[in-house]
C-alpha cells in the first residue's frame, strides 16, 4: 500500500500528464500530422466529431484515416485548449472536460471559421501511458463553418 | 505540524482545486444555470461585472437573481479561460487572476461579441472546499458589447 | 539524495513555476510594462518575434528597448495563453511550447488583429528563479497584421 501522500503526488501527476496528452493532440492537428494525432488513442478508440463530420469514428486507424483528409482541406488551423477538467475514477482511468477555440483557415477566399466547443473525453492508462479511449466534440458555437455540430446542451 | 513535502504537495492541490472552480463557473455560465454558478461563490461574496452590468452584487443569491435575466438575454456563450494565476496566501486564502476570452451570441442578428477580460478573485476555503468569495471582471477590451466596463489599468 | 517522491513534487512545483512566468509575461505585455517583461528574462536571452517585428533580439535589455516602441503602437493587447507543454530537461533547464491568441487594438480605425502562435522557449533556473532564456515565436496564422511571421511548419 502506497502512503496518502504518494497517492496524492500520483493524481497530480496523472493530472498533468491527461493534460500533456491534449495538448500534445493540439500540436499533431494543427501540424496536419494525422498519423502522430492518432497514436494518442487507443486501438480500439470511439471519436465523434459531430454528425457534419461524419459521426462516430471507429479505432485508431479509422482516425488516421478520417483525419489524412479532414485536416488537409485546411490551409491553417490553431486548436486552443483550455478549462481542462479531469475527473480521476482510478489510478488507470479518468474523464476528461476541456474548452476549445479551434480557428480555421481555408485554401481560396473563404472566410475563416473558429468553433467554440468542448471535447467530452474518456481517458484510460495502458502500460504507463494515458491515451484518448472515447472522445465526444460538442459545440457551444462557432462562425464560419456550415456543418452540423452536437449541441453543448445549453438550457432554455 | 505536517512535513514541508506535505505542505507542497497541499498547496499543488489547493492550486488545482481552485483552477477546477473557476473551469466549472464557465460550464454552467455556458450552460445557463445560474443557480449552479452561485453555488461556486460563498453566501456572501462580492461580484462585480463593470459599471455596464450594474456594479457590485452582493451575495450568492443575488449574484443567482442577477445572472438569471442576465444569462438568459443570450443565444449561446463561450467562456475559455486561461492564465490562471494563483496566489496562496494561507491554507485557506488565496487571490487569483484569470484571462478570459469570453464569446457571446445574441438572438436575433446583432453581431457576436466578444470580451477579452480577467477576472480578479479572492478565494477561501471552507469546510474543505473552495469557493469565490470575490470576483472582479476587467477588460482588455471588446468587440460587439455597448456598455462600459472596468479597465484593466493599461499603462499610457 | 532526495526522495523519490519529493523529487515528483519538486518537478510539479517546476511546472507551476514556469507556467507562472509564462503568464505574468501576459500580464505585463497587456498593461504595456517593458521593463517588467524584460525582468522575467534572463540578461543574456535571445528572442525572436519574427522577421516582421525585426528578428532576433538580444539581451534583457535589449527586449526592454525593443518592448517600449513595439508596446506603444498598440491602444490595447489580450495575450491568452494555453496549451502549456513543459519538458524538464534537469532541475534548472526546461524547454516549454506554449498557444497563445494574441488580440490587438491598433489606435484610431485599423481592424483589430489576432495572432494564433506559439511561444517556443527555453526556460532556466537561476538562484531559484525560473527565467526565459530563448523565445521563439510562430505563427499558425494571423488576421489584420501586415508583417512577416515565422510559420509553425505545417505539413502539406
Known amino acids: 500500500m502506497i502512503s496518502e501522500q504518494a497517492a496524492r503526488t500520483q493524481e497530480l501527476v496523472s493530472r498533468q500528464q491527461i493534460a ?35 459521426g462516430e469514428i471507429a479505432g485508431a486507424a479509422g482516425l488516421a484515416a478520417a483525419l489524412t483528409p479532414g485536416l488537409a482541406r485546411f490551409a491553417a488551423t490553431h486548436h486552443q485548449v483550455s478549462n481542462v477538467m479531469i475527473a480521476l475514477e482510478s489510478t488507470d482511468r479518468a474523464t476528461a472536460v476541456t474548452y476549445v477555440t479551434a480557428w480555421h483557415r481555408f485554401p481560396g477566399e473563404a472566410p475563416d471559421a473558429v468553433l467554440y466547443g468542448q471535447y467530452h473525453d474518456v481517458f484510460v492508462r495502458h502500460h504507463g501511458r494515458w491515451k484518448i479511449a472515447q472522445r465526444k466534440l ?5 462562425t464560419g463553418f456550415n456543418v452540423e455540430w452536437l449541441p453543448i446542451g445549453r438550457k432554455r
Not at 498519423?35 to 459531430?50: I, K, M
Not at 460538442?138 to 462557432?142: C, D, T, V
Open 20 to 54: 500533456d496528452v491534449i495538448h500534445t493532440y493540439c500540436l499533431h492537428v494543427d501540424r496536419n500530422e494525422p498519423e502522430q494525432v492518432a497514436a494518442l488513442f487507443t486501438a480500439d478508440c470511439v471519436v465523434d466529431y459531430g454528425p457534419g463530420l461524419g
Open 138 to 142: 460538442l459545440a457551444a458555437g462557432q
